[in-house]
């Protein structure tokens, strides 16, 4: 108890230095709120009076707990908790019995809250001396069930069930936590929209009964939290499967859930557990997010970046999303939209390492090599060990990927091959992801007969840039040479499909079809190469047509 006392003591001491309006607020408000010790002093949450005898806070503050007290922040008297009125486990909402407490009731507001709107809540003050923590609002969202406010406050553990208020000192919210993210490392900022509080006080539930509620779905979200801590991803996933069956109108539990899925790599389970979380709360940003991360695991990159085109209209200063966003744009071959994106991100949140490390793997892999590499060097110093890996891998090279990539072409060019090769195999040792590279490397093994080497070289290609008529053409060639005529034809009919004018995917095809036999196929494909404007494919049709 002297801890506890000497902690509030405190924290009424620190009101001396605190601004002068934030300092009216609080000497307005501070008598409104709450501390609660549940079981022996072991467990603290947070609330506030919303009348004579009655506070209000989270449901799970309370769970599984028979006994405990609360004290007016600001001063050190206990007052016991003697039961509960009603709760809402939908919302996880609680209404106590503490009828010793006389301080000064809340007001809830009427006016809807706004993008923007300044809102304050106060600290628990066991957990932060900082007294009062300000912020604003990102966005809210309501559905028949539930609704939320997403806030700029660093809200945690200990601020459950305290009042989130306006610049007026009306309650608009109770803030809530219970959000598995890493994106925003337990600190999610959430309230509980205050017109579902009045829902619950509506009923009128005036019977008090004993402070004896048992574990329900917030206890397991709280046990999968810790879990999730220590990477027991499997066990928090149990219980939050626990959590779902006692409340399945939770949508935390969903989000959650999908989270610890894309973990666990199960991609579509946690598309469809996102898809419930936003049944439920259709503007949740995390939700769109994680769905978004997901899809562009089984590799669905335009709808991944539609989820992320929806957190970022919903939240456009949410940094994570433009770096989903960027990765995903990458994919599809938008470098420049993809840097771009990791620029706004970088600009969002400056000291998110990951960030660095997103936008200098494009740049480096995209031929901007220095530019990525200084990149790399940026997270290194903000404390990213393995930056350190990609500098020694990449960057600590006498020679860029494209100066030897460009002595590769020169010796290619003297029909020095196997310099060339040399040269190409330092480039893609620098360089993994250029495929102009494999390509020529390709071409020079081919020039050497090597035919199979060369096809593995054009695969690599492809895999890299499945769209390289290049890649499609010369390993044609390269299957033509070693009789494989139908691959060949193929591979010529891919390119061709990619760009019906690519006159030599139309000559190539056309000899294979020549060798193999097919003089018709082979006289249309020369024909078409000729009104592309190829003049001697007629010495092909001339000779081997007519």
């Known amino acids: 108890m002297k801890k506890t006392v000497l902690i509030l003591l405190i924290f009424t001491i620190h009101l001396n230095v605190i601004g002068q309006s934030h300092k009216e607020i609080i000497n307005k408000y501070l008598t409104s709120t709450v501390t609660i010790f549940l079981d022996n002093s072991t467990k603290s949450g947070s609330g506030f009076i919303i009348e004579k005898g009655k506070i209000i806070t989270n449901l799970h503050v309370i769970e599984g707990n028979k006994n405990g007290y609360v004290i007016i922040n600001g001063t050190d008297i206990k007052h016991k908790i003697e039961g509960f009125f009603d709760y809402d486990s939908t919302t996880d909402l609680a209404i106590l019995s503490v009828p010793t407490l006389k301080g000064n009731p809340l007001i809830l507001a009427n006016e809807k809250p706004k993008i923007g709107d300044e809102v304050f809540a106060f600290e628990n003050p066991i957990i932060s001396s900082k007294i009062i923590l300000e912020g604003k609002i990102n966005y809210t969202s309501n559905s028949i069930s539930n609704g939320i406010i997403k806030t700029t406050i660093p809200l945690t553990y200990g601020n459950s069930g305290g009042a989130l208020i306006n610049s007026k000192g009306q309650v608009i919210g109770v803030v809530n936590s219970g959000v598995i993210s890493d994106i925003e490392n337990f600190k999610a900022g959430y309230a509980i929209e ?136 990458a994919s599809l071959k938008d470098i420049d939209g993809a840097i771009n994106d990791f620029d706004k991100a970088i600009q969002i949140d400056s000291k998110n390492y990951l960030f660095y490390v997103g936008r200098g793997g494009i740049k480096f892999f995209s031929g901007l090599e220095e530019e990525g590499c200084r990149d790399f060097q940026k997270a290194n110093e903000l404390g990213f060990s393995d930056a350190q890996i990609l500098i020694n891998k990449f960057c600590n090279n006498s020679q860029t990927a494209k100066e030897y990539f460009d002595s590769g072409i020169i010796k290619q060019n003297n029909e020095n091959y ?51 008529i290049y890649a499609y053409c010369n390993r044609g060639l390269a299957k033509t040479k070693i009789k494989d005529y139908n691959g060949a034809i193929s591979d010529f009919t891919k390119a061709i499909s990619i760009d019906p004018k690519d006159i030599s995917s139309y000559m190539g095809r056309g000899i294979t079809q020549h060798i193999a036999g097919n003089k018709k196929e082979a006289c249309s494909d020369w024909s078409k190469a000729g009104k592309l404007g190829y003049e001697r494919a007629y010495l092909f049709i001339e000779k081997y047509c007519n």
Do not use: M
């Open 194 to 329: 205050v017109s579902f509080l009045k829902k619950l006080l509506k009923r009128k539930n005036e019977t008090k009964k004993e402070l004896n509620i048992i574990k329900g779905a917030h206890h397991y979200i709280n046990e999968s939290q810790l879990k999730y801590i220590v990477k027991d991803y499997q066990g928090a996933l149990s219980d939050l499967n626990k959590s779902i069956e006692l409340n399945p109108n939770f949508f935390i539990s969903y989000y959650n859930r999908g989270n610890i899925k894309l973990k666990l790599k199960d991609f579509e389970g946690s598309i469809n557990d996102c898809n419930k979380a936003i049944e439920i709360i259709p503007n949740f940003v995390l939700a769109y997010n994680v769905r978004g991360l997901a899809k562009s695991k089984i590799k669905d990159f335009k709808g991944a970046i539609k989820d992320f085109n929806k957190s970022i209209e919903i939240d456009n200063n949410f940094a994570s999303a433009y770096s989903g966003r960027g990765l995903a744009k």
């Open 418 to 468: 196997k310099g060339a090769i040399a040269d190409y195999n330092k480039a893609i040792d620098i360089n993994p992801k250029l495929v102009k590279v494999y390509n020529n490397r390709g071409n020079a093994k081919s020039d050497l007969k090597d035919y199979k080497g060369a096809i593995s070289d054009f695969n690599k290609a492809i895999a890299i840039e499945p769209n390289d």
